[in-house]
């Protein structure tokens, strides 16, 4: 496999009023490698995603995707350009039903706004249709959002990120708020989905076990750096780590 | 334009940016601890001028000190906003504050409609006219015109007095700190165990009494008349909006601006004088969206 | 399916009621009519309601149309009525496209209160240049030709009826239809969840920018013909009180769909007619209570009071099975 550098982030910085966030980010993603962030509450890891997937504009630093300085610009731009994110806490649509969720990012993602044509008669429903069969969600089309428990929530967030084609998905805490019985499985199915997208995806875990099972690769966050980067079966027997993020998490 | 009518101007502009400011510092205090932009917010100013004016009419003509027309004031202030401010809170708002954000509007747009006939039902559509105060303190005169000084003088004391109260008590007293407390983080301050209904209830009710008393104040220069309320709730939303929201300090100053403009336009073309204040408005959100002292709040995600 | 049913069969009914209404009652006409032009303004604001936000200056966009109307009758010595509405809807869609550019950055009470502090300074200059607008009289609008045909008062109170009629049931088609598209989805997406709209590589800005210039040209529409109806436009046309009806009559009919619009225009027309005289002084108290009744036990107003008898009367027909 061709290593293609996605993603270069260099010497990022952010600050929260004295709290420094991210303080000299240095990391490449590969394509095709998949990437766990690691590292204790308050480390900086949901920053990165938000400042990689433009929510947050960087005090310092420089953010190329696929070789282009994309620094600053906005989410919906960097989704255009194959950037796309699923979140901690789902953000979806709960006034709509499943289906219709994932018609408008199908929609959005063809760029069909067809004011006069009903949603549900879109060129893009079979596909979207397919993209609830691939998490298992099938069954689901016609509930309300409202009504669907936190981990289903989580796949259909997933779902909408992943029906935009991206190269590359971020996910914030993709198994937190599922029963920890179901996380593997919860797992299986979304890198199964990823698999059949082509999709690299960089993700922010806490359970070590979902780490070994699905990363390709493991960079350990803490104050705002990354101190460490490698196979997760090197990173995950580090002594550092174990003392200050595995520790902590146990 | 010469001396003296820039002089008039000023004057006017500080005396009537004094009146702006006490209805807008309210409307933003109470937005920034109840996160509801109360529509309703003008017609505390109006029923504050109408009480002041009325009962003023009435004591005085029973012979009682014109001196009573400033205690007058303060009393008419708080009454109102305890009394039409207080239930209002209590038993209407307080209901709704789990409800979508374009519900809530809608609510205090409804108490608004209903002040405004309650005013007309109370107090006919009679201009009132009550004048006792400002010509109990006579007139003063500086750059050779003169001018009352009520109005130059008592008005914008009192705007400081208002705005340095506000921030001493907020800083110096246990309530003024619940207050701070919940407009920062109000999930935090419910969680160490701050009673939030009763902050909202206090808030509100300061909020309104300020309104009142700006049209308390108001009622002594100009006469009371319907419609007054709608003007200036318009109004002090756009002093709001232009200083960002929740800032005190901001809006003190965003209401000279506003009423300088306004009395500036009067003298130099009067057909503007309304649209100065929005033009101000859109002017500077155009360029600071989130208003000239607001800072930008980015949701957690 | 009840649902979708029963709100058809209301539609139809109230539909079948506005034909035979000036035969049956020739008095109603005009009052009838009116209430169609501002079922159109009703519909605008119900756009933007689907999206979460209230306008309280929508009346803007009604007084420009109604203004347009006016002054294009007057040069033109008559004028012709699809002009009149041409223009208003055009001259509206315009300046809301200017207008919105600014506002949609807003949301909620700023929403709201910039529309209105919008149409204040309309209001202003209507009343302050005199010399233009004709200050509080107003202007006069001269009857238009229809089609080129100059008719008699009567024939063309008739022909503006019908047309009228006609025009709010294609504007509420061609709405609701807009509401259900991708387009629209996404303007409903705006109250849910801007942030997902964003990292969807939607504009949530430009999904509103939409609708505010579909609403505008709903109220321009609606302006254009109650200037025509009327005869004569006046500052009230811009005045806030104006902008609040529309939005109580919104929530009177039912912001949900778009046949409250209609529905609650009828409604509110007839009632403030034939009560006025009974609650004239209480008239916005009225209104007040009615708007917080609504809200507080009927969020989904008349439309949605009809649907749940509808709803429950088949319910227990199915249980009687």
């Not at chain 1, 989410?75 to 006034?95: C, D, M, S, Y």
């Not at chain 1, 408008?104 to 609830?132: K, S």
Request: charge should be neutral; include cysteine; hydrophobic fraction near 55%.
């Amino acid at each position: 496999m061709s290593e293609t550098v996605l993603l270069q982030a260099k010497d990022l910085e952010i600050r929260f009023g004295g709290v420094i966030a991210a303080s000299g980010i240095n990391i490449e993603i590969m394509e095709h490698k998949n990437l766990a962030i690691i590292g204790p509450n308050g480390a900086g890891k949901t920053t990165f995603l938000n400042m990689c997937t433009g929510y947050l504009k960087p005090h310092a630093g420089k953010i190329f995707f696929d070789g282009e300085d994309v620094t600053g610009i906005a989410p919906r731009k960097l989704v255009r350009k194959g950037v796309a994110r699923a979140f901690q806490i789902p953000q979806l649509f709960t006034e709509h039903t499943v289906l219709e969720n994932m018609l408008m990012a199908g929609a959005a993602q063809a760029r069909n706004w067809a004011p006069l044509t009903r949603i549900d008669r879109i060129a893009q429903r079979g596909e979207m249709v397919h993209m609830l069969e691939m998490i298992k969600c099938a069954h689901l089309a016609d509930r309300l959002v409202s009504e669907l428990p936190e981990g289903q929530r989580k796949l259909i967030d997933i779902a909408l990120a992943l029906a935009l084609k991206p190269r590359l998905l971020f996910m914030d805490e993709p198994t937190s708020g599922v029963a920890s019985s179901e996380k593997f499985e919860v797992l299986e199915i979304i890198s199964g989905a990823l698999q059949e997208s082509k999709v690299t995806a960089v993700f922010v875990e806490h359970d070590m076990g979902i780490v070994e099972r699905f990363a390709d690769e493991v960079a350990v966050w803490n104050r705002g750096q990354v101190l460490f980067r490698g196979a997760p079966d090197d990173i995950l027997k580090h002594p550092d780590v174990i003392r200050d993020v595995i520790g902590e998490e146990l | 334009m010469n001396v003296q009518l820039f002089a008039l101007a000023i004057v006017d502009g500080v005396s009537y940016a004094a009146l702006v400011f006490l209805v807008a510092v309210g409307l933003t205090l109470i937005f920034g601890v109840l996160r509801v932009l109360n529509v309703a917010h003008g017609s505390f100013y109006a029923i504050g001028a109408y009480t002041t004016a009325s009962v003023g009419g009435a004591i005085f003509a029973a012979g009682f000190s014109p001196w009573l027309a400033f205690p007058l004031m303060i009393v008419a202030a708080v009454l109102v906003g305890t009394l039409i401010g207080g239930p209002i809170e209590k038993f209407l708002l307080s209901r709704i504050y789990h409800l979508e954000d374009v519900l809530q509007i809608l609510v205090t747009f409804a108490v608004f409609l209903i002040l405004e006939d309650f005013q007309r039902l109370v107090w006919g559509v009679q201009p009132l006219f009550e004048a006792t105060a400002l010509n109990q303190l006579g007139t003063v005169t500086v750059f050779g015109i003169t001018y009352t000084a009520y109005q130059l003088i008592f008005l914008p004391v009192v705007a400081v007095l208002v705005l340095v109260g506000l921030r001493l008590g907020l800083r110096r007293t246990l309530t003024g700190r619940l207050i701070t407390a919940v407009t920062e983080d109000r999930e935090a301050a419910i969680t160490i165990g701050i009673d939030a209904e009763k902050v909202y209830l206090i808030t509100f009710i300061v909020g309104a009494s300020l309104a009142a008393l700006g049209g308390a104040l108001a009622s002594a220069t100009t006469s009371v008349v319907p419609g007054m309320g709608a003007d200036m709730i318009v109004l002090s939303f756009a002093v709001v909006a232009t200083a960002g929201l929740g800032q005190i300090e901001g809006a003190a100053i965003t209401a000279l601006m506003i009423g300088l403009g306004r009395s500036f336009a009067v003298y130099v073309w009067p057909e503007m004088q309304v649209l100065v204040p929005y033009l101000i408005m859109f002017g500077v959100l155009l360029v600071r969206p989130q208003g000239l002292f607001g800072g930008i709040e980015a949701r957690k995600i | 399916m009840t649902s979708i049913l029963s709100k058809r069969w209301l539609l139809v009914f109230i539909v079948a009621l506005l034909i035979v209404a000036p035969i049956v009652a020739p008095s109603t006409q005009v009052l009838l009519t009116l209430a169609l032009a501002k079922s159109l303004a009703v519909l605008g604001v119900i756009v933007l309601l689907q999206a979460g936000q209230v306008s309280f200056g929508h009346a803007l966009f009604f007084a420009i149309a109604a203004y347009g109307a006016a002054f294009l009758g007057r040069s033109m010595g008559g004028g012709e009525i699809l002009l009149n509405l041409v223009l208003g809807v055009v001259a509206a869609s315009a300046v809301a496209l200017i207008v919105g550019l600014f506002i949609v950055r807003y949301r909620h009470i700023f929403f709201g209160m910039l529309n209105l502090a919008a149409s204040m300074i309309f209001y202003s200059f209507l009343e302050k240049f005199y010399y233009i607008t004709g200050g509080s009289d107003g202007l006069s609008v001269p009857r238009p030709t229809v089609l080129g045909m100059a008719l008699e008062r009567a024939e063309f109170e008739w022909i503006l009826f019908y047309g009228a009629l006609l025009l709010v049931l294609g504007a509420l088609a061609l709405t609701h239809r807009f509401l259900t598209s991708p387009l629209g989805q996404m303007m409903r997406a705006i109250k849910t969840n801007e942030v997902r709209l964003e990292y969807l590589g939607v504009s949530s800005r430009r999904v509103l920018l939409a609708g505010y210039v579909l609403s505008a040209a709903l109220c321009g529409l609606g302006g254009a013909l109650m200037a025509t109806a009327q005869g004569i436009v006046t500052p009230e046309y811009a005045w806030w009180i104006r902008s609040g009806e529309f939005v109580f009559i919104a929530i009177l009919g039912g912001a949900g769909s778009v046949n409250g619009a209609l529905v609650g225009a009828l409604a509110y027309e007839f009632v403030k007619n034939y009560a006025a005289a009974f609650a004239a002084d209480i008239w916005q108290l009225v209104l007040g209570t009615v708007l917080l009744v609504v809200i507080l036990f009927a969020p989904n107003g008349i439309v949605g009071l009809s649907q749940r008898l509808g709803n429950g009367r088949s319910e227990k027909e199915e249980a009687g099975q």
